[in-house]
């Protein structure tokens, strides 16, 4: 891992327009990012955490500007790149890839491993495209014996490898991913997991590894941010969210999976009541409230501001201190 960060994001928003119903004239929004900030370093890997709505995904694809953010800034080492006009940012988005959950509906069916991986090589007018096409097979543990298959001619894992080296071709910097393990096998996830951290060391990848699956998170990540309802509600080094979590909802999503976590014993286990409330319809004050066993009047009424804990280490949370 170098100094100074790839990528910073600062009160990032994407709302999406609604209308209640067909003939209402009136237009809502829908807040699925918040006013998100953080930074990642080059060669490092900032996981985002969250249930389904949490606005996890939405966040890699707005700083992907495949969704055009409604407020905030994005900058791509050092330079804005939120309103850079889509021909100046083309050059800027080559550097920035995104694997998918799925590899298989990433992969047109009707190519040929060879001209899925060609097909950035000859936009970049690359020169020995076969010889390039197998390196990067090589680079992701296939080789040429599949150059020539169809994507239903090989495994889900191997599916995965062929999207990552169609992504490495064109030299990136910054790769979003998007759960990329959680459609696999949990012996193969090991294996691609395995290969991302290898190609991290190689190269000096930066990653944003957007995930659900907490295991995944810890094994993977330098640092988290976990997520609730578009915003970050405590972001920290995996050491620190892990061994020393604070804000209620890490602490109860943590005692919901099966992680060893011996300082965990000395605490009362917390249950998540309820489900995630619509993010059409958002709680006041604190998002959490509506589910937090700790939630007192002031908590429905004002949105708590970043408390830092520990260096980097960042809660929101009116009533951080007193839960420790
Ligand atoms: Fe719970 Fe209140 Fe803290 Fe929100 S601000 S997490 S509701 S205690």
Redesign the pocket.
Known sequence: MTDGPLIRVENLKKYFPFKESLFSRKVKYLKAVDGVSFSIKKGETLALVGETGSGKTTTGRTIMRLYEPTGGKIYFEGKKITKLPKKKFQKIRMQMQMIYQDPYSSLNPRMSILNIIAEPLRQLKVENIEDRVLELLESVGLSKEHMYKYPDEISGGQQQRVAIARALAVNPKFLVLDEPTSALDVSVQAQILNLLENLQKDKNFTYLFISHDLSVVRYISHRVAIMYLGKVMEIGTVEQIFENPQ???TRILLESVPIPDPKDRRRKKLVLPGEIPSPLNPPSG?P??TR?P???D??SEKE?DYVEVENGHLVK???VEV?K
């Open positions: 804000h209620p909802y604190c959490f409230h937090c700790f939630a007192k002031i908590c708590p949370c009116h009533f839960m």
